[in-house]
């Protein structure tokens, strides 16, 4: 799949990591890093961007890593505009956007279903990497996901060794309610990963 990754400069750490992934499960990758900000400069928004990008067209796939720093510098381009072409490529290129944080998309993009690494690392999965391709193509299927996707499931949320969560498996409710923490079992000494939903309290665990 032709792939353009696109992410805010300060992101260059996560963005590396996951362009590494992409490329592990055959992705054909461009980086594409951006420096839209506060100050004096250049105009690169993402209106002139996409302007000055012709070869947007070229690719299968935008991949957009969406974080704090994203949103500052485009959130209210992207609120006021919609999505311009710098952004998600033109044709047939389809966008899916990867949330770093917790900072939530736009709505522009809030109806679009995309991959959200929920627990607060940017330690890039295969299984992320995988998720990615197959939202981005109409042809290559989907890793294995725990809970229902349905019509009404946006967020494929990735925790790690637990795995990616479509949904909660033990209510249903959207992975969006799920978080993680780390704690540690003093009877058998082992630190834990865990996942639990805040909607029903359903939770599943890992060794660290």
Known sequence: ??????????????????????????????????????????DNSPASRGKADPSADTEDAVVLLWSAAAGTAWGKALEESGLPSGLTGTGEARLVPVRLDDTPLPPSLGSLRHVRLAGGTYRMTDATAAMIVHLGSTTVPAPAVRGDISEHVFAISDFGDLGLFAACPGCGVSSDRLGSYTTVEHISDRALYLVICGACDWQDACDI
Do not use: C, F
């Open 1 to 42: 799949m032709r792939t353009r990754l696109s992410y805010q400069q300060q992101d260059e750490r996560p963005a590396s990591s996951l362009a590494a992934a992409l490329r592990r499960v055959g992705a054909d990758l461009v980086l594409d890093a951006w420096t839209t900000g506060p100050g004096p400069g250049p």
